[in-house]
Each structure stands twice: as C-alpha cells, then as structure tokens.
C-alpha cells in the first residue's frame, strides 16, 4: 500500500491510498465515523458486503461506502489492486500497524486500539486479512 495523498495534503477532508491486494483477503467488518470511503478498482475482483448487501465490484468498477456504514471486502482469487479514497487520517492507522507488524505481529486488541485513534471501528474480527 502506498499513501498518495495524506490528510495534511487535503484540507483535513480525506487520504488516498493506492492498495494492491494477494487473493482470497479482506478486513473484519467495520465502519468509519470521519467519512465515506469509496474504493476505484484498477485490477481484480472485489467482493464487498456493504450494510449486509453483496456487491461485486470487477475492474474499473467504482463503490462508494456512505459514512457510518458497516462493510468489508474479500479479494478474489487473481488478487487485486484499488485506489481508496479514504476518510481523514487513516493514513495513520496503516503506518501505525506496519510499522508494527514489521517488528513482529500485532495483537488484535493492539489494533483495535490504533483503528479506533484513526477512525476504523472494527465491528468483528471474523476473517480478519486471513
């Protein structure tokens, strides 16, 4: 994942994030409090379930996930690639696990305490980038 537009660089409104994915992974369902989220798929196939909703969402595809809403995707099985643009300050949250996770793993309670500083509620920890 590379960051392409921080927080500081967007008048505090939003990151961008260029995100190449392996097969078959996702995050827990959660949501975001600070803004919407909307996913631009570049490569692959995207499974997302949006408010308990399946939407499939193949390359040069776009979702947009209002504020607040509960989601998750899983990438299909060729892997794939997406740019996000993603709510303030979320930048944080991935420097922070990497950073963490390259010294080692990281305990689940460790990142819900870093989701929760940079805006991503984790509402389960099912299937979990597994």
Request: aromatic residues 8%; proline residues 7%; without cysteine.
């Amino acid at each position: 994942m590379s960051i392409k537009v921080l927080t500081s660089e967007s008048n505090g409104d939003y990151t961008i994030l260029d995100a190449i994915h392996p097969p078959n992974v996702g995050p827990a369902l959660h949501m975001h409090p600070r803004g919407s989220e909307t996913f631009f798929v570049i490569d692959g196939d995207y499974e997302f379930v949006l408010d308990n909703k399946p939407i499939t969402v193949k390359t040069g595809g776009v979702i947009s996930i209002p504020k607040g809403v509960p989601h998750r995707f899983l990438v299909g099985s060729n892997g794939g690639r997406v740019i996000i643009i993603s709510p303030p300050e979320l930048e944080h949250y991935f420097s922070k696990v990497s950073e963490l996770l390259a010294k080692g793993e990281v305990s689940w309670k460790t990142e819900l305490d870093i989701a929760n500083q940079h805006g991503q509620i984790f509402l389960d920890n099912a299937k979990h980038w597994s």
